[in-house]
C-alpha cells in the first residue's frame, strides 16, 4: 500500500507535537517514573519512524530535509522490536534534544510539498 507521501509528512509532525505535549510539563524524573507517559512518547516515536520509513519507499529525496532520518527510523525500530533494551534517558534525550529540531524539518519539508 503506498500512501501520499504529504499524509507521512503530516502523520510525523502529528506524532512530534503529540510527544511535546505529552512532556512540555514534566521532568526526566517524572517521566521515568511515568509508564503512561513512556508508552505514549515511545509509541508516536514509532509513528514517526514508520512515517519516515514509508516516505523513504515513495520517494527518498523528501527526506533530503531531514539529516538524520537513517537514525529515526533506527530508533522506531529498537523500540518496536528491542523493547527489553529500551532506556529510558536515551528517550528523554531524544524527546528533549530530537524533537523540537525534527518539528521545524518536518513543518519547512510540508512547506515545499
Not at 512540555?24 to 517514573?33: G, L, T, V, W
Not at 509508564?35 to 508516536?44: D, F, G, L, M, N
Not at 528517550?91 to 515545499?112: H, M, R, S
Request: hydrophobic residues 45%; negative net charge.
Amino acid at each position: 500500500m503506498q500512501r501520499d507521501p504529504l499524509v507521512c509528512v503530516e502523520d510525523a509532525l502529528m506524532a512530534c507535537l503529540l510527544i511535546q505535549e505529552f512532556t512540555s510539563s514534566i521532568n526526566y524524573d517524572s517521566f521515568s517514573d511515568d509508564s503512561r507517559t513512556k508508552a505514549a512518547v515511545e509509541r508516536q516515536f514509532e509513528i514517526i519512524g514508520e512515517a519516515l520509513n514509508r516516505i523513504k519507499q515513495i520517494d527518498e529525496t523528501i527526506l533530503a530535509g531531514i539529516s538524520n532520518w537513517r537514525q529515526i527510523i533506527g530508533f522506531r525500530n529498537v523500540i518496536a522490536h528491542g523493547y527489553d533494551v529500551i532506556e529510558d534517558k536515551v528517550v528523554w534525550d531524544a524527546v528533549i534534544n530530537d524533537i523540537p529540531v525534527l518539528t521545524g524539518q518536518l513543518q519547512g519539508i510540508l512547506k515545499e510539498i
